[in-house]
């Protein structure tokens, strides 16, 4: 709600899905109506903007078979369960932590039924595997080029 009697003589607003709208002369209640329009479309538009994300899972050469998944990842240890499992972690661009686990499940050559996964955090915008600091996960030349997608294709 404005705090001021100041009518706007015109405003404008262009909406993420193109729609323009103008309204002259508004009033308290049109202007509030339109603020809250706005608002709605940056929500939704956050919603379905591509996230990065740093997740491990457990995957068993043994019982769920090769994959190749086409974003930073590395193999980070073993379990010490009968057959024994492989750690894994990634990068991942997504939309939403439900794509990350689809895109996990559809890496592997035959798709498992599920996959389990230890933690999945969705990390800051500016966020670089390359700049790992630590060391502990090496970003690889071959990595390059698909962690630059916009977006997580499972292709070449």
């Known amino acids: 709600m404005r705090k001021d009697n100041v009518k706007p003589l015109t405003l404008s607003a262009v909406f993420f899905d193109k729609s323009v709208l103008e309204l002259k002369n ?4 049109e202007f509030d109506a339109c603020c809250e ?4 479309e ?3 538009s956050r919603r379905m903007a591509i996230k990065k994300y740093w997740v491990r899972w457990y995957g068993c050469w043994k019982t769920m078979g090769p994959f190749t998944l086409y974003t930073p990842w590395w193999q980070s240890g073993f379990t010490s369960d009968e057959p024994e499992r492989q750690i894994f972690v990634a ?10 686990k689809d895109i996990l499940l559809g890496c592997y050559d035959k798709r498992p039924n599920d996959i389990e996964i230890s933690f999945m955090d969705e990390l800051e915008e500016d966020w670089n595997p390359e700049e790992n600091k630590s060391g502990r996960f090496p970003f690889a030349d071959w990595m ?10 499972q292709k070449e």
């Open 26 to 29: 508004i009033d308290d209640e």
């Open 42 to 44: 940056k929500e939704r």
């Open 37 to 40: 329009k706005v608002q709605r």
């Open 144 to 153: 390059k080029k698909y962690w630059e997608r916009e977006k997580y294709e």
């Open 91 to 100: 990068a991942i661009k997504a939309k939403s932590e439900e794509e990350v």
